[in-house]
């Protein structure tokens, strides 16, 4: 029994020391927009994009016991999060997540359309995504972009 009091208080102990050193610093912006034509709402979507930068240590400072963060040479993870309301009833139809990391932000866009997202890559190459599932856009290159599409029913 003790043994098994140790183990669970060191695997414990453990755990708090492996979560404290992720330290995450984020910001958050939320767009909505209605689109118009001829005078008439035709769609609104919303854009969410969240900004996650996972915070390190500068490497230099790896065995003093006062780190410095290294707050340049952190990774941002960039999480835009659509949602589309196609019929215009107050209940999103969609929800569509673009994940990628913000050095490659200023490489793409995207334009939301009533059924989808259209997709334009640094090459110029463009994809509509429109059906349900998972994509990964620029694969096996350092500016790959991953795209969920799925339905949903939130109401706004």
């Not at 969410?48 to 941002?76: C, H, M, R, V, Y």
């Amino acid at each position: 029994m003790k043994n098994i009091l140790a183990t669970v208080f060191v695997a414990l102990c453990a755990s708090f020391i492996a979560t404290g050193q992720q330290i995450k610093d984020m910001s958050t912006e939320t767009v909505t927009k209605e689109v118009m034509q001829d005078g008439k709402k035709v769609f609104e979507y919303k854009v969410i994009t969240e900004e996650i930068k996972n915070l390190q240590f500068k490497k230099e400072d790896a065995n003093d016991t006062n780190q410095e963060l290294d707050l340049d040479g952190s990774p941002t993870k960039i999480i835009k999060t659509v949602w589309i309301d196609k019929d215009v009833d107050g209940i999103y139809d969609k929800k569509i997540t673009l994940t990628y990391n913000s050095e490659y932000d200023a490489d793409m866009e995207f334009e939301t359309i009533a059924d989808g997202i259209v997709f334009t890559n640094d090459q110029g190459q463009t994809q509509m995504i429109t059906d349900l599932g998972f994509y990964v856009m620029n694969a096996s290159q350092d500016d790959e972009v991953y795209i969920n599409v799925d339905t949903t029913s939130v109401t706004y």
